[in-house]
């Protein structure tokens, strides 16, 4: 073969008498050049030229190129003469195998020459004394010598020649070789060419070290390399390492039985070990590393002490448990055997705790032969065994939904299905369910009131009761509950669901969910009132609500046409109401039709200019429902306020008629049309017509053809359902009480002869109450200027001027712009939240129970109630802003442009109003931090409870004291004490 050559040097010896040309050759960067050629040329010029190896030259050069190390190899191989045998020998073959390649190498270098020993048997002569008895009884004994011949061994060694013709590998027992009968010599060659006489001695052939003979055969009496010579053969011991995998009786733990070999064989490869046991079917997962079983065999080889199964698995302890599923439906048993090390699984415990569970319906002959069938099995775990099982609860009847309203029919649907799409944004702007409720997924629609039932829940049921593992008892499970979407306006009341306010209610059914809301949506609705004497016809106007069906003209003229009303219809009136109405407007009473008057002879036509109370005691809502609380019954008008004209006077007589066409006859004799009464002034005009306008603001009283306005409102008695709310321009004036849940407003001074309870008073002027204020936290007390009273419990005050009260303030919230003054002497102030700008003058403050009581002072507080109302309006446009944004999100994602641009109209607008109130709100603020001269005067005792507030400072009081004054120092930001007495010496 060619090779491609190396630098160095080699060198050729001669062997075993010329039978062996051996070449070292040894790589050197400084040396020649070498190859096959020049290695064969120089075998060549030594003579060699008997059993030359082409091929190992080449193999020799090339193992030396890669090694980089000298190496040596024998090039030429002749044949030694076979010199003539006492006894010949036909030798089994026995090679050295690939794997033991390695260690045979160590072996026959440290092998030492053999030694062979025969041994020789000689008889040797001896002499033994011996006593023989006499021939008689009484004869003497005698001594004599016997002269005896023993065998005696000796080893003998016997010289050999050393010459190693072939080497093999046997274990003990293996016949080696069968002996034959002798045979002559046979001459050989050497690597020079040159013959080699065998010679003319016969040769005994000698077993040596480890041969045995039996009969003919020789057999190798130990495991070793074996050497043969010419006439003899001896065995080196040599014992490989053996190893064994195998599974442990619970194949649960893998095992390793080692028998350590010769010092010198190679160990076997932990690889192959974790190989062979994962060739077994068992997890390698769950097998020690490569290091540890090398650390294990090489311990037993250095101590050369066998490994008998020795585990190679992981430890693992064993482990059961015996428990219960968390429905206790079932009763499991879970076991691990043990792996390894870990402590082992004892199957009485096992039993033990079964039995200590408390389960019953056990069946232990079928449990004990399933754990048997475990433990003798390859399965690690068992898992989750079911050692009984019991009956589960039944499932009652789900949650069943019965709508109890009618929707409506498809023509009204379809009407408000198109209002819906053609809907301003604000209409929505409260509703936030569209998330979750799509307007677009409503499938049915209901006109519905407050408080009504709209569907009816059957309770889901349970079902049968079952029974655990234990034997208790479970209760059945309920059936499924109804998955329902309750949004505004609807609650859910027991087993109902129900309404919260008057409006359009939105329904839909997907897949088993239903979905409830109601929105605000009312048609327009026309009131029509006709007079008693049916000479005219007002109307009271609600505008649409919602998608609801709009306010328009036509709506009215159709709500007279159904009233039967024809004549006198004032078509400028009503468009002049539904604007007002639309406008956002509280339009009620509107005359919108007049019949004509008769004309009575020199009389003419009495006509009023304002628009007369009906005296109703009760007014109906666009609902239908009666509020006995706001009347009709008051006619207020302003000074200057043409009230009434008379028209047409002329002497001859002309009939009229009424609204509905009916003629009404003059009469034929002339009569008085009106008596003019207390502030009423007259003017006749050119054409004779005369006009009757108020000299006051007050109220317009016509009783049996008198005319005059009265400047004072009185009630006779208490403000309760007989007269209904007061709302009067000017004074007022109350004989009795006013009672919970009323209202008097008035232009001027409100003046309540007894007391007030949870009612509203409201006053351009001052109030004075003779009595008390009992206001149950709901009273609302407001006034322009002062209030004055005996006393006020939970009572809401508001006062630009001074209020007092004779005995006592208790838990009130007062606001005032003025002072709070208690008068007498054992007035005191409890509870509550005090807001007075210039402060208070009490006798007594708080109380010995330590009630809190918060005392503000020094501050414009109505300027205050002005920056929360900023806020609030503030937080509501930015609301709104936030939903508008959303909105304009939808329009764009569904290509509605007509609705997006009116959306970012509606955005700027909210915008411009959002700069225009922040403004304010930062006017507001400055002018709220303006400080004004205050003092709180305590006459009497101040007690431990009560805090003072002025700036954002405060002052607790934790102790009791007596005559004190207060005030709030601008310069250190404190407020003040200091003595009653001190100041009055001041």
Excluded at 186 to 191: A, L, R
Excluded at 768 to 775: C, L, R, W, Y
Excluded at 886 to 906: F, I, P, S, V, W
């Amino acid at each position: 073969m060619a090779d491609s050559g190396i630098r160095g040097t080699f060198d050729i010896s001669i062997e075993d008498g010329g039978v062996k040309a051996v070449c070292t050759v040894s790589p050197d960067e400084n040396g020649e050049s070498l190859d096959s050629t020049v290695i064969l040329k120089s075998l060549q010029d030594r003579g060699i030229v008997n059993g030359i190896h082409n091929k190992s030259v080449a193999e020799l050069i090339e193992k030396a190129r890669k090694t980089k190390a000298s190496v040596s190899a024998v090039l030429a191989q002749g044949t030694p003469a076979i010199p003539p045998m006492t006894h010949d020998v036909e030798w089994e073959t026995c090679d050295i195998p690939e794997e033991l390649s390695t260690e045979a190498a160590a072996v026959f270098k440290r092998a030492l020459a053999p030694e062979i020993f025969i041994t020789r048997i000689n008889k040797v002569k001896k002499e033994k004394k011996i006593t023989r008895k006499g021939k008689f009884p009484f004869s003497k004994q005698k001594d004599e010598s016997v002269i005896e011949y023993e065998k005696v061994e000796k080893k003998e060694r016997v010289y050999i020649n050393p010459h190693i013709v072939s080497k093999g590998y046997v274990t003990a027992g293996m016949r080696i070789g069968i002996m034959a009968s002798g045979r002559p010599g046979k001459p050989g060659k050497d690597v020079f060419g040159k013959v080699i006489l065998p010679g003319d001695k016969e040769h005994e052939f000698y077993p040596g070290n480890g041969i045995g003979i039996t009969k003919n055969e020789i057999k190798a009496l130990v495991s070793g390399f074996v050497r043969r010579g010419i006439n003899w053969v001896d065995i080196i011991p040599f014992s490989r390492h053996e190893w064994e995998i195998a599974l442990s009786k619970d194949k649960n733990t893998c095992v390793l039985s080692f028998q350590p070999g010769d010092a010198y064989a190679l160990p076997p490869s932990p690889v192959d070990i974790l190989k062979k046991a994962e060739d077994l079917g068992y997890d390698k997962t769950l097998l020690v590393s490569a290091q540890e079983i090398q650390h294990m065999i090489a311990d037993a080889v250095s101590r050369k002490e066998p490994l008998d199964s020795v585990s190679i698995s992981t430890t693992e302890d064993s482990f059961f448990i015996v428990e219960a599923t968390p429905d206790k439906l079932k009763g499991l048993l879970t076991i691990r055997k043990h792996r390894g090390h870990g402590k082992p699984l004892v199957l009485k415990d096992v039993g033990a705790a079964i039995k200590a569970s408390g389960m019953r319906g056990l069946d232990f002959e079928k449990i004990k032969e399933a754990i048997l069938e475990f433990y003798k099995g390859p399965e690690p775990v068992l898992d989750s065994y079911v050692l009984c099982e019991g009956t589960p609860p039944g499932t009652g009847e789900k949650q069943k939904i019965e709508i109890e309203i009618a929707f409506l029919g498809a023509r009204d649907k379809e009407r408000i299905t198109t209002a819906v799409q053609n809907a301003d944004a604000g209409i929505f702007a409260d509703i936030s369910s569209y998330s979750e409720f799509p307007q677009d997924a409503v499938q049915e629609y209901a006109l519905v009131s407050k408080d009504q039932r709209i569907a009816f829940l059957t309770p889901a049921t349970k079902g049968a009761p079952g029974r655990n593992v234990f034997g208790a008892q479970i209760e059945g499970i309920p059936g499924e509950d109804l998955s329902l979407g309750v949004f505004e306006n609807v609650r859910i009341e027991n087993n109902l669901v129900v309404t919260d306010i008057d409006g359009l209610l939105e329904y839909a059914n997907d897949e088993n969910r239903y979905f409830f809301r109601v929105r605000p949506h009312k048609d327009a609705c026309v009131e029509v009132f006709v007079g008693a004497d049916r000479m005219s016809v007002s109307v009271s106007l609600f505008p649409q609500e919602g998608t609801g069906l709009r306010l328009d003209p036509a709506v009215v003229e159709q709500a007279l046409k159904e009233a039967k009303v024809t004549m006198g219809i004032d078509s400028q009136a009503i468009l002049s109401g539904v604007e007002r109405a639309l406008a956002g407007e509280e339009v009620r009473d509107v005359v919108v039709a007049r019949g004509k008057a008769p004309l009575n002879p020199g009389e003419g036509r009495l006509e009023f200019r304002i628009d007369l109370a009906s005296g109703k005691g009760v007014s109906i809502d666009a609902s239908g429902r009666a509020d006995f609380r706001r009347q009709d019954r008051i006619t207020n008008v302003d000074e200057g306020t043409l009230i009434a004209e008379i028209v047409g006077v002329h002497d001859k007589a002309e009939d009229g008629w009424d609204v509905m066409g009916k003629p009404v006859p003059a009469k034929t004799q002339k009569s008085d049309l009106l008596i003019i009464g207390a502030h009423i002034e007259e003017k006749t005009l050119p054409d004779g017509t005369r006009q009757f306008y108020a000299a006051v603001q007050g109220e317009v009283s016509f009783e049996k053809k008198k005319l005059e306005v009265r400047s004072v409102h009185t009630v006779p008695g208490d403000v309760d359902m007989k007269s209904g709310n007061i709302k009067f321009p000017g004074d007022v004036q109350v004989v009795g009480n006013v009672l919970s849940g009323f209202v008097v407003f008035s232009g001027g001074k409100i003046t309540i002869g007894q007391g007030v309870d949870a009612a509203l008073l409201s006053a351009e002027g001052s109030i004075v109450i003779g009595g008390g204020i009992k206001g149950a936290g709901k009273a609302v007390i407001r006034t322009k200027n002062g209030l004055q009273a005996t006393f006020a419990e939970q009572a809401n005050i508001l006062a630009i001027g001074d209020v007092k009260f004779a005995k006592a303030c208790l838990r009130c919230n007062v606001k005032t712009n003025g002072k709070v003054i208690l008068t007498e002497e054992k007035g005191s102030l409890v509870g509550g939240v005090i807001k007075a700008r210039r402060g208070l003058n009490v006798q007594n403050l708080g109380s010995d129970t330590g009630v809190k009581t918060v005392v503000s002072f020094g501050q414009n507080y109505l300027v205050q109630d002005q920056i929360e109302a900023e806020e609030k309006a503030l937080k509501k446009h930015k609301d709104d802003m936030t939903r508008i944004d959303a909105l304009m999100k939808r329009m764009e994602a569904t290509g509605n442009k007509a609705k997006l641009d009116y959306a970012r109209q509606e955005k700027l607008k909210f915008m411009k109003l959002i700069e225009k109130r922040s403004l304010r709100l930062f006017t507001l603020r400055e002018k709220f931090e303006e400080h004004f001269p205050s003092e709180i005067e305590v006459r009497g005792t101040l007690y431990p409870g009560v805090v003072f507030e002025s700036h954002g400072r405060y002052h607790e009081i934790d102790s009791e004291k007596k005559g004190l004054a207060l005030t709030f120092d601008e310069k250190t930001g404190r407020i003040l004490e200091k003595p009653l007495e001190a100041k009055k010496g001041t």
